[in-house]
């Protein structure tokens, strides 16, 4: 399993995602095996940062103190164009069906992604 794609969870600008090389699953957050089939030969590639809104809601409550400060706060289920679904943050006036485009922001020690809406 290649980690050469950039990928936010090891603080790097950039979403990957994976591929199983036996049925053509799609998923993001690495793993060893494949969640659908459990077939160990997956593939890591390079997500384009691009999809559409699936879910949203507004986060009025931050759940821990580290998150208070940024109260409200948008989080997002993105149908990346790759074919998977993914969890994120997202910014300005986001509605279900938008297109967006994940940008990176820092956040603690880290980065997360943060999805805007793409504009034509």
């Known amino acids: 399993m290649s980690h050469a794609a950039a990928d936010w969870t090891r603080g790097e600008p950039g979403l990957a995602y994976q591929e199983c090389r036996a049925c053509g699953q799609r998923w993001t ?58 969890m994120a943050h997202g910014e300005g006036d986001l509605a279900i069906g938008d297109p967006v485009t994940a940008h990176f922001a820092p956040f603690g020690e880290g980065l997360i992604p943060v999805f805007r809406k793409d504009v034509p």
């Open 29 to 86: 957050f690495a793993r060893r095996f494949c969640p659908a089939c459990g077939a160990t030969e997956v593939e890591t590639r390079a997500a384009s940062g691009r999809g559409t809104v699936h879910a949203l809601t507004t986060v009025a409550r931050a759940p821990s103190a580290a998150l208070r400060p940024h109260a409200p706060y948008t989080i997002l289920l993105v149908d990346a164009a790759e074919g998977y679904r993914l």
